[in-house]
């Protein structure tokens, strides 16, 4: 039986630069072989407005490391890590996702059943050494590019909205 691919993946520049960068990961990070790679790398495709988002955050934020979630396992579609606070255990984490035209909303409210497994998401990144600590605290955050981007441009202490 095929073993499950992860739950997330790390998104770099780079990265985005190649038609299909998730079979490239797979087969190198994750040891699949390249036409399981290819057939699994749909899980983690960027649809509509999600590459332009990545690609900003990254070129803008550097600060940020972004992993992107598989799409078949309800965990968002993306997980953000505010790399610049230097203790693990208080990274500010986000579960975001995006939804065209919705205004920011945090706490998951608007994304349906789309984040109910963030908790896995986040657990997943844990395991990875060195990027967050197990029990770290993350936020949900659902919104349009703009409005994801302008919250993650702010940062962990602006005042949230009400």
């Known amino acids: ?6 739950i997330v993946l790390p998104v770099t520049l780079p990265l985005l630069g190649h038609a299909n960068p998730w079979a490239l990961l797979l ?7 390249l036409s399981s790679a290819s057939l699994l790398s749909e899980r983690y495709a960027l649809k509509s407005d999600e590459k332009p988002f990545v690609r900003e955050l990254l070129s803008r934020k550097r600060n940020m490391w972004v992993f992107r979630c598989d799409q078949r396992r309800f965990a968002g579609d993306f997980v953000v890590v505010d790399m610049s606070e230097p203790r693990p255990a208080r990274r500010w984490v986000v579960v975001l996702d995006l939804k065209l035209g919705a ?25 990875r050494q060195g990027v967050i600590a197990p029990g770290t605290p993350y936020e ?15 940062g962990r202490h602006q005042r949230r909205p009400e």
């Open 140 to 154: 949900l955050a659902t919104g349009d590019k703009a409005a994801i981007l302008a919250f993650l441009r702010a």
């Open 103 to 127: 205004p920011l909303v945090l706490g998951g409210g608007g994304a349906g059943i789309q984040l109910t497994q963030a908790q896995q998401a986040v657990d997943a990144l844990a395991a």
């Open 27 to 33: 087969a190198k990070e994750e040891g699949h072989s």
């Open 1 to 6: 039986m095929p073993r499950e691919p992860p």
